[in-house]
């Protein structure tokens, strides 16, 4: 019987599954998706979970290739030297190349109060515990989300639609991704739904009691619910196992998403740091850079060189409640442009285009699945050339402080 390459992805969100699936390509590979959750989590919908909009999960059958076999298990530490994982039921499972996909979750906040009064939004977890305590404070509850970015306000829309009275508060800019054109249509809609925006540097949050957010301008904004958006961080795997990381956590690679330390190691998604100049945290990114996993490690099977990594952005596109939604363009480089869909006049067009976002990332993983190799981004969509730039960039930076 033939030797078949044993490869483990840990990590089944976006990444993960595009990575597992794209791994079916050849015969001779075995693949196993070790995953904390029975089922796929879509994440971009979890303010939806939160709201009781959507239920935002996914059968992995669907989204999985049938030769990939789903472990739900977690992993508590990876020996690289041995190729081997150890899972917190203490079995172990051995690998010959490893893909790295945990992804991220929302970063433990350090204000005094949040960790015991606010309500984090990151993960199935966190939305299914926010869930109930929305519901036991009533439809038209006070609830202050602190955090400006998408997630920010996307639940900020979703539960003002639904009736409650919301404050967002901003700590500096509404939308800090957007251009000022597409930031305007957001605040807009967001007024037309009845959310109070606090911005500006006095909007930054420096306590959060049981039933108020303190502002570092001496104001109090009353709370019966306050959920937490501000930021995100990455799983410490890595860093626990002894790979390097960035500060943040995330596993360094080379520009091929291969580990510094280890070339057996292959990252995908929002946990891995290529050349220290991590991609956004996004499933628009998580899905190039799955299958960009996933053909390194083919590339390496087959013994050819690797390609470095091309990660093409079209934009980011929000729902602002069922009705509403906005599409902020962006250059190949992930920077926004002066155009967007949304507004008064595009707002139903916006609400359509993101349904249709959710709906397709969820489709592109099932095309995956079925056709393995299918789902590719022209690299004319990507920046190699601004990728270069920064990279050049990174390097006399570091040169600098070497000599200083």
Known sequence: MSHRTQVVVVGGGYAGVMAANRLTTRDDVAVTLVNSRPTFVERIRLHQRAAGTHDAVVDYRSVLADRVRLEVATVERIDAPARRLTLADGATLGYDYLVYAVGSSSAAPTVPGAADHAFALGSLEEADRLAPELAAAGPTSRVTVVGAGPTGIEVASELAEQGRAVTLVCGDVLGPYLHPKGRAAVAAQLARLGVTVLEGPGATVTAVTADAVQLLDGRDVPSDVTIWTAGFTVPDLAARSGLST???????????????????????????????????????????????????????????????????????????????????????????????????????????????????????????????????????FAGPRRREALRRQEAEARDVAAVR
Do not use: N
Not at 246 to 274: M, Y
Not at 308 to 317: R, T, Y
Not at 329 to 335: E, K, P, Q, S
């Open 246 to 380: 960035d500060a943040v956590g995330r596993l360094r690679t080379d520009e091929t998403l291969t580990s510094v330390d280890d070339d057996r190691i292959v990252a995908a998604g929002d946990a891995g740091a290529p050349s220290d100049l991590p991609f956004r945290m996004s499933c628009q990114a998580a899905g190039q850079l799955g299958g960009a996993a996933a053909d390194t490690v083919l590339a390496r099977l087959a013994g050819t060189e690797p390609a470095p990594v091309a990660v093409g952005f079209l934009g980011q596109c929000l729902s602002l409640g069922r009705g509403a939604g906005l599409f902020q363009f962006a250059g190949r480089d992930d920077v926004p442009v002066p155009v967007f869909l949304g507004g008064r006049l595009g707002a139903r067009p916006g609400a359509w285009l993101k349904e249709l976002v959710c709906k397709s990332t969820v489709m592109g993983l099932t095309w995956e699945a079925r056709r393995p190799g299918i789902v590719r981004y022209p690299r004319a």
